[in-house]
C-alpha cells in the first residue's frame, strides 16, 4: 500500500475551514460521537458505523478526493450517523471541538498517520501540541484516546506526547510498551494488510483523567526540546564536531 502525502504546512492547508456543527451532520446529532482522525478513504469508518450504530461518526481527512468519494459511499449507504469531512486538523479542528457539548466525544482515534521522518518536517505530524490540548479539553474523564502505527518512529513521538500532557493514563491492564490487541471491532485497511504481512503494529490506547490541561506554552516547549535533545548532532554548531 502506497502512502500518499500532502504538505499540511503548505499555504492551502493552513486556510481555517470552518466545521458544521453536529445539528448540520448527523440524523441524531446528541449521540456519543467517535472522531476518527486522517480516515483517508474511510472504509474504517463506514464499516464501524454499520457495526456499531448507537453513537455518531466523525472523519476528518487532508485529502479532499478521499473525503468525496468516502462520502459518496456514505450517501450510498444512507448512514444519517457517519460524515467525512475536508479540513486541516491542526488548523479547523480546535474551534469545532470547544463547540462541542460537554460530554458528548467518547473516543477519539488516529490510526496509521503519515510518516515524516526528517527533523524539518516534524512540523507536519499529526498530532501537534495545541490540537491534543483541544481533543484533551472535549474528552471527559473516562473517555478514549487511540492511538496506532505500523512504524515506531511515528507513535513514539505521539504516545511521548500524550503522556507530556499529563492529561491521560493508560488503562492498567494493557501491555506495555504496546496494547496486544485493537480495541475497536473494525480494522483498518493499512491494520489488515500489515498484520497480512506479519509485521507488527504499535498501539495504546489513553483514557482522560480528570487532570487540568497544562498550559500550550509549556507543552510546545516540551516538544521542542524533545525534537532537540541536547547531545543531537544535528541541533550542533558545524564549527563545533559531535562529542565523542
Known amino acids: 500500500m502506497v502512502r500518499q502525502h500532502v504538505n499540511p504546512l503548505s499555504r492551502f492547508f493552513q486556510q481555517p475551514r470552518p466545521l458544521p456543527p453536529p445539528a448540520e451532520l448527523f440524523a441524531?446529532?446528541?449521540?456519543?460521537?467517535h472522531l476518527d482522525i486522517g480516515c483517508a478513504r474511510g472504509r474504517f469508518l463506514l464499516a464501524l458505523a454499520q457495526a456499531e450504530p448507537q453513537r455518531n461518526y466523525l472523519g476528518v481527512e487532508i485529502r479532499r478526493a478521499l473525503v468525496q468519494a468516502a462520502q459518496a459511499d456514505r450517501d450510498a449507504l444512507g448512514l444519517g450517523q457517519l460524515h467525512f469531512l475536508f479540513c486541516n486538523a491542526n488548523i479547523?479542528?480546535?474551534?469545532?471541538?470547544?463547540?462541542?457539548?460537554?460530554?458528548q466525544l467518547e473516543r477519539v482515534s488516529i490510526q496509521f498517520p503519515d510518516p515524516w521522518f526528517k527533523k524539518k518536517h516534524h512540523k507536519r505530524r499529526v498530532l501537534q501540541p495545541e490540537l491534543l490540548l483541544?481533543?484533551?479539553g472535549a474528552l471527559a474523564p473516562g473517555r478514549e484516546l487511540f492511538l496506532q502505527s505500523d512504524v515506531l518512529a511515528v507513535i513514539e513521538p505521539m504516545v511521548a506526547l500524550t503522556e507530556a500532557s499529563g492529561c491521560f493514563e493508560r488503562p492498567a491492564e494493557d501491555a506495555r510498551p504496546w496494547r496486544e490487541t485493537n480495541p475497536l471491532t473494525v480494522p483498518t485497511e493499512r491494520e489488515t494488510y500489515v498484520l497480512s504481512q506479519g509485521l507488527p503494529v504499535y498501539r495504546?490506547?489513553?483514557r482522560r483523567t480528570g487532570a487540568p490541561l497544562p498550559p500550550l506554552a509549556d507543552l510546545e516547549e516540551w516538544q521542542r526540546a524533545a525534537d532537540n535533545p541536547p547531545d543531537d548532532p544535528a541541533t550542533t554548531p558545524a564549527s563545533e564536531p559531535p562529542a565523542a
Not at 441524531?28 to 460521537?33: A, F, N
Not at 479547523?92 to 460530554?103: E, H, V
Request: charged share 15%; net charge negative.
Open 28 to 33: 441524531e446529532p446528541d449521540r456519543p460521537l
Open 92 to 103: 479547523s479542528l480546535q474551534d469545532w471541538l470547544a463547540a462541542l457539548p460537554a460530554g
Open 134 to 136: 483541544s481533543l484533551a
Open 204 to 206: 495504546a490506547l489513553y
